[in-house]
């Protein structure tokens, strides 16, 4: 069995959860997100005929032949960050991403004041209720 073949998908809006069995992204997941998710996402919200931009980080993930020449043919345009250089060049992973690390840590200490254990089967919920708070407007556009 291949470790694709197990890959776990959750849906919710535009988005999806996926990890191999050891719960790491791999080369097969990173073609697959841009894809099943990233494409078809933007294909509807910007149409066929236009030129995205995708900023992403060095993982080996995102250098397969695979990758590459999807995003070829799909006018993704992709602008690769350099490692180590989040301070500078990844606002969000400080800004935005810290804000949801506190909101995240905070939801988790409510809850087990609560008595309320987070399990698999919602996780995802208490997760975005962390991220509603963490992810706005004020905080994104402040990061840059």
Same mark, same amino acid.
């Given at each position: 069995?291949?470790?694709?073949s %197990?890959?776990v998908? #959750? @849906?919710?809006?535009d988005?999806?959860?996926?990890h191999? !069995? *050891?719960g790491? +992204?791999?080369?097969?997941?990173?073609s697959k $997100?841009l894809?099943? /998710?990233?494409?078809p996402?933007?294909?509807?919200?910007?149409? /066929?005929n236009? @030129? $995205? !931009? !995708?900023t992403? /980080?060095?993982? =080996?993930?995102? %250098? +397969?032949y695979?990758?590459?020449?999807?995003?070829?043919?799909?006018?993704i345009?992709?602008l690769?960050l350099?490692?180590?250089t %989040?301070?500078?060049?990844?606002?969000?992973d400080?800004?935005?991403?810290g804000?949801?690390?506190? #909101?995240? *840590?905070a939801e988790?200490t409510?809850?087990?004041?609560?008595? &309320?254990? &987070?399990?698999? =089967?919602n996780?995802? *919920?208490h @997760?975005?209720?962390?991220?509603?708070k963490?992810? +706005?407007? /004020? #905080?994104?556009?402040?990061a $840059?």
């Amino acid at each position: 069995m291949s470790e694709i073949s %197990t890959i776990v998908n #959750t @849906y919710l809006m535009d988005q999806s959860i996926s990890h191999s !069995l *050891k719960g790491w +992204t791999n080369q097969e997941l990173g073609s697959k $997100w841009l894809e099943q /998710d990233f494409e078809p996402v933007m294909a509807a919200k910007c149409g /066929d005929n236009e @030129y $995205w !931009l !995708l900023t992403i /980080d060095g993982h =080996n993930s995102h %250098t +397969t032949y695979q990758f590459c020449s999807f995003v070829e043919r799909h006018k993704i345009i992709i602008l690769c960050l350099p490692s180590h250089t %989040t301070h500078c060049l990844q606002p969000c992973d400080i800004s935005v991403f810290g804000s949801l690390n506190s #909101t995240w *840590k905070a939801e988790v200490t409510k809850l087990s004041m609560e008595m &309320i254990p &987070i399990w698999k =089967n919602n996780l995802i *919920k208490h @997760y975005l209720q962390a991220r509603k708070k963490a992810f +706005t407007l /004020d #905080t994104i556009r402040n990061a $840059w």
